[in-house]
């Protein structure tokens, strides 16, 4: 059963886990930085976060407009092959995709600095 929703905010939500080799904690937020930011400009992505848990795990969430979009941005391959393989060899231990349906949407996007 499919909750009804209430917003406007993104239909489709993957939430990412890993664990990740100790000492290599640099290298994957650079790669998963560089990734994300291609996925949104050049294939479709929504955007997405990163965060450390207090479990010792990393959690990324990725918004998509749709399932479709985010399945064709991924079927013609990496955007970046060496930032792929950087984020691969940090990762000791990769979890389940988890697929969230949005049904409130309270986040604020942050103003931009003009520093």
């Known amino acids: 059963m499919s909750p009804e929703l209430s917003t406007k905010g993104p239909r489709f939500v993957v939430l990412y886990r890993w664990r990740l080799h100790p000492g290599m904690e640099s290298s994957f937020i650079e790669a998963w930085s560089r990734l994300s930011e291609l996925l949104r400009s050049e294939r479709g992505s929504l955007g997405s976060?990163?965060?450390?848990?207090?479990?010792?795990?990393?959690?990324?969430?990725?918004?998509?407009?749709?399932?479709?979009?985010?399945?064709?941005?991924?079927?013609?391959?990496?955007?970046?092959?060496?930032?792929?393989?950087?984020?691969?060899?940090?990762?000791?231990?990769?979890?389940?995709?988890?697929?969230?349906?949005?049904?409130?949407?309270?986040?604020?996007?942050p103003a931009c600095s003009g520093n």
């Not at 965060?51 to 399945?71: I, N, T, V």
């Open 49 to 109: 976060r990163l965060h450390y848990g207090s479990d010792g795990l990393w959690y990324s969430y990725a918004q998509w407009p749709s399932a479709q979009a985010r399945k064709d941005a991924f079927a013609i391959g990496t955007v970046d092959p060496v930032a792929s393989e950087q984020m691969e060899q940090a990762i000791a231990e990769r979890y389940p995709e988890v697929v969230l349906e949005s049904v409130a949407d309270f986040l604020v996007a």
